[in-house]
C-alpha cells in the first residue's frame, strides 16, 4: 500500500521534523506521511513542508487537511507543489557535503545519502576517529 499524505498544523511543540531533526512549533504547517504500522494501526511522520522531498505524481486534491489551511498556507502548499514539480532532484555536490560533515561530523558516521563508496567512507570515519582522539587527549 502505497503512503499517503497529510497538511495540518502543529497541535503542540512535541512532533520532531525527520528530516532535520528539529522540533516543529505549534500551530506551524507540517506535512505527514501516513504508512501502515506493524499492527493495524498507522504512522504518521511529520516534517517541516520545506523538508519534506514532494512524491511524483502528488496533487493537492490527494492531501488530507489541505481544505482546513488558511488561504495563505494553502498558497504556500501550492507553490511547494509547484516548485517541487517543476525542479528535478538533484544530487547534493561534494561541497555541500562538506558543509554538513563540518557542521556536524556525527553525521558522517549515519547518514546513508552521502553517496560515499565504503571505501572512502571507511577512511572518512578512520580519521574523524583520530582527529577526535587527538582532540581529547590535549
Known amino acids: 500500500m502505497p503512503a499517503s ?4 498544523y502543529a497541535a503542540s511543540n512535541r512532533s520532531t521534523c525527520k528530516t532535520c531533526k528539529t522540533k516543529i512549533d505549534a500551530a506551524a504547517l ?3 506521511t501516513i504508512t501502515p504500522g506493524p499492527g493495524d494501526y498507522d504512522i504518521t511522520s511529520w516534517r517541516h513542508l520545506a523538508c519534506n522531498k514532494q512524491p511524483k505524481g502528488l496533487v493537492e486534491a490527494e492531501l488530507a487537511g489541505f481544505d482546513t489551511l488558511r488561504p495563505p498556507d494553502q498558497q504556500a502548499v ?3 507543489l509547484t516548485a ?3 525542479s528535478p532532484a538533484k544530487k547534493r555536490s561534494a561541497d555541500e557535503l562538506q558543509a554538513v560533515v563540518e557542521l556536524d561530523p556525527k553525521k558522517v558516521l549515519y547518514l546513508p545519502w ?3 563508496s565504503w571505501l572512502h567512507w571507511l577512511s572518512l ?3 574523524l576517529r583520530l582527529s577526535l582522539r587527538l582532540a581529547l587527549t590535549r
Open 5 to 8: 499524505y497529510c497538511v495540518q
Open 30 to 32: 507540517r506535512i505527514g
Open 78 to 80: 501550492r507553490d511547494w
Open 84 to 86: 517541487a514539480a517543476a
Open 114 to 116: 552521502l553517496h560515499l
Open 125 to 127: 570515519r578512520l580519521s
